[in-house]
């Protein structure tokens, strides 16, 4: 329904930061976006995440160049060669 964003959820409440412009940026203000960015960081601090700016290392595990192979809804990817590769050897 977002249309892109960042959301964290705990039982029935959902913290969303929506990011509508190409799914990756919001059409707020930044003191908006940064009000809304901090309270998604509080709540996933207060779920315990095991480590810092989950939400940002979650985004970057999607970028099919980080690792070098990186299995996408297209398959899998190799980003050395920069082309799809086999799944099967």
């Known amino acids: 329904k977002a249309k892109g964003g960042i959301a964290v959820s705990c039982m029935d409440e959902v913290t969303l930061l929506p990011l509508p412009v190409a799914g990756l940026m919001s059409d707020e203000s930044l003191e908006e976006t940064s009000r809304r960015y901090e309270e ?9 995440a095991p480590m810092d ?3 940002m ?3 970057f595990m999607g970028l099919l160049v980080i690792p070098s192979l990186k ?7 190799n980003s050395e ?3 799809f590769t ?4």
Do not use: D
């Open 40 to 48: 998604i960081e509080k709540k996933i601090k207060r779920l315990k």
């Open 86 to 89: 086999s799944l099967f050897v």
């Open 53 to 55: 700016s989950l939400q």
């Open 57 to 59: 290392t979650l985004s």
């Open 81 to 83: 060669t920069f082309q």
């Open 71 to 77: 299995l996408s809804n297209k398959g899998l990817f």
